[in-house]
């Protein structure tokens, strides 16, 4: 039996999804695909299960999967750069975590950063923002829902660019910290 779910996560609140991910399968639920913000679980037995996030965009190859198999994790699936692994708690011992340092996790958003953040901000400045004030001078009855639709999507990208540019300044505290 399977069941979709659907929930958002924006890139930089993987910790989070990772522990929604863990709870599901402590309720009975694993994980077997996920696209955009759309989880398709299968029912399973209630153990409690580690899931791991990492952030490739297409640059891992085949000894990068032997690595993780070796360590005992399991390859789930894959969406937009983001790889999913499990491992459940009883085999982990200590060792629940695919990253070895604080150095590997900030290296990590770094390349987040550039290959997401960076061109969200590009479009934003070179075409959502130059539109927006093209629109502002109506010329032509039409030019009024262009305005607004502008003026929404300003509002959405200032919403999530500021969001997500909070969560990588405190992940980024963080991993400094430890």
């Not at 989880?39 to 037995?45: G, L």
């Not at 011992?93 to 590997?104: A, G, H, M, R």
């Not at 004030?133 to 919403?159: A, N, Q, R, W």
Request: proline share 3%; with cysteine; charged share 25%.
């Amino acid at each position: 039996m399977n069941k979709t779910m659907i929930r958002f996560f924006t890139i930089f609140d993987y910790e989070e999804e990772e522990n929604w991910l863990r709870e599901q399968h402590k309720k009975g639920w694993k994980l077997i695909k996920m696209k955009l913000c759309f989880y398709v679980f299968e029912k399973c037995t209630l153990e409690d299960v580690i899931y791991r996030l990492d952030y490739k965009n297409n640059t891992e190859n085949s000894s990068y999967y032997q690595m993780f198999q070796d360590y005992g994790w399991e390859y789930i699936s894959q969406w937009f750069g983001w790889l999913y692994f499990r491992k459940p708690l009883a085999n982990a011992e200590q060792d629940t975590e695919i990253f070895s340092d604080n150095i590997s996790r900030l290296d990590m958003l770094r390349h987040i950063y550039m290959t997401r953040m960076l061109p969200l901000l590009i479009i934003f400045l070179c075409c959502v923002l130059p539109n927006f004030f093209i629109f502002l001078k109506p010329e032509h009855p039409y030019d009024m829902i262009l305005t607004v639709m502008f003026s929404v999507l300003l509002l959405l990208y200032i919403g999530l660019l500021t969001y997500c540019g909070i969560k990588l300044q405190k992940l980024r505290k963080k991993y400094r910290k430890d």
